[in-house]
């Protein structure tokens, strides 16, 4: 029985592709893995690749190949082939920790729960070094027990961290954003309606890679790709005004609690950027967000959020003296 599917989003990841499927299959519980290498429309021989770990780790290893669809459309559709009871995502430029992993098998075999958090390890992309743990949950939270779903406020849903039930994330359907970027929000969001009971571990498993050029937090990047982030915003915050009324009070507020995350990132997307179309974009973008949700709009408390709501009392006639001081500190934020 495949214990965990876990899929691989590859575009012309031939180089980083070994290290990420060589990290899974390399462990004392390949055999109960359902890895599977989405290669999505890549230019390079990300395909050979991937072929040759499918033909060498048969049963183990299977490839999906389809033209470029963006990270949502490789989630959409290894979700479908999944045989695994719980499924997970490994970036292809990131790996597993094998201990981690083998942990994670041994618990998921008894494992009942729909969705189950464990810490991740960030890790220096010039270094290879673990610059720190990050942990899902909450100091109090108790690690091994399952919790229900009114105990969600506790921990933050990041994509590094969760493995959902497979037939939970089914239940939502193929509805991740393609040929779009940041749909890990999705991903972690939009099944959250299903959830009943979740479980923490305490060991990472994950090895995430940060500071690489082309990484989508990179700050250029995000500032060329504003337009994407800005419609998954939209989406989650359309999907909390519409689901709400459904949801329990504790799930309503765990996807608030990160649609706001989200929209402050937006505005920081703004405040980093150089250009005068800064500011008409964020009047409009402002006006937007509280047009469609009034509750994401108040957002969280803290220091960046005084500064966005000063912005808007004074209707943004300070912006551009603002992001120019804050331009190189807005990451500290």
């Known amino acids: 029985m495949k214990i965990l599917t876990i899929s691989?989003?590859?575009?012309?990841?031939?180089?980083?592709?070994?290290?990420?499927?060589?990290?899974?299959?390399?462990?004392?519980?390949?055999?109960?893995?359902?890895?599977?290498?989405?290669?999505d429309g890549s230019t390079d021989n990300t395909l050979e690749v991937a072929t040759d770990y499918q033909n060498r780790y048969e049963g183990i290893v299977r490839v999906i190949d389809k033209p470029n669809g963006g990270h949502g459309?490789?989630?959409?559709?290894s979700l479908q082939a999944a045989e695994g009871k719980y499924y997970r995502i490994v970036d292809a430029d990131d790996?597993?920790?094998k201990e981690g992993l083998e942990k994670l098998i041994k618990n998921l075999r008894d494992e009942s729960a729909d969705l189950v958090l464990t810490p991740y390890h960030e890790v220096d992309a010039d270094t290879l070094e673990r610059r720190k743990t990050v942990y899902p949950y909450n100091d109090d939270m108790k690690t091994g027990?399952?919790?229900?779903?009114?105990?969600?406020?506790?921990?933050?849903?990041?994509m590094h961290s969760t493995t959902y039930k497979t037939d939970v994330l089914k239940k939502m359907g193929p509805i991740i954003d393609e040929k779009c970027?940041?749909?890990d929000?999705?991903?972690?969001?939009?099944?959250?309606?299903?959830?009943?009971?979740?479980?923490?571990?305490?060991?990472?498993?994950?090895?995430?890679?940060?500071?690489?050029?082309?990484?989508?937090?990179?700050?250029?990047?995000?500032?060329?790709?504003?337009?994407?982030?800005?419609?998954?915003l939209y989406n989650v915050a359309e999907y909390y005004e519409r689901e709400k009324a459904q949801l329990s009070d504790n799930k309503s507020r765990v996807i608030l609690r990160l649609t706001r995350y989200v929209m402050l990132n937006q505005y920081k997307i703004y405040?980093?950027?150089n250009d005068a179309k800064a500011l008409d974009e964020v009047r409009?973008?402002?006006?937007?967000?509280?047009?469609?949700?009034?509750?994401?709009?108040?957002?969280?408390?803290?220091?960046?959020?005084?500064?966005?709501?000063?912005?808007?009392?004074?209707?943004?006639?300070?912006?551009?003296?603002?992001?120019?001081?804050?331009?190189?500190?807005?990451?500290?934020?």
């Not at 408390?301 to 209707?315: A, D, L, Q, S």
């Open 8 to 39: 691989v989003a590859a575009y012309n990841a031939a180089k980083d592709l070994p290290r990420c499927i060589d990290s899974l299959v390399n462990t004392a519980v390949s055999e109960e893995l359902d890895i599977i290498i989405v290669n």
């Open 73 to 77: 459309s490789t989630i959409n559709a």
């Open 95 to 97: 790996w597993v920790d």
């Open 145 to 158: 027990d399952r919790h229900s779903v009114d105990e969600a406020e506790k921990v933050t849903l990041f």
């Open 181 to 183: 970027f940041y749909v």
């Open 185 to 232: 929000v999705e991903y972690t969001l939009f099944p959250l309606k299903y959830v009943s009971d979740f479980v923490c571990y305490d060991f990472p498993v994950y090895e995430y890679l940060l500071g690489t050029p082309a990484q989508s937090m990179n700050r250029k990047v995000r500032i060329d790709r504003r337009e994407q982030h800005l419609k998954v």
């Open 271 to 273: 405040f980093s950027m």
């Open 284 to 333: 409009d973008f402002d006006k937007k967000i509280g047009k469609l949700s009034p509750d994401v709009y108040r957002g969280p408390e803290g220091r960046f959020m005084y500064i966005v709501r000063f912005n808007r009392i004074t209707g943004f006639v300070l912006f551009p003296l603002w992001a120019k001081v804050l331009r190189d500190k807005i990451d500290t934020f």
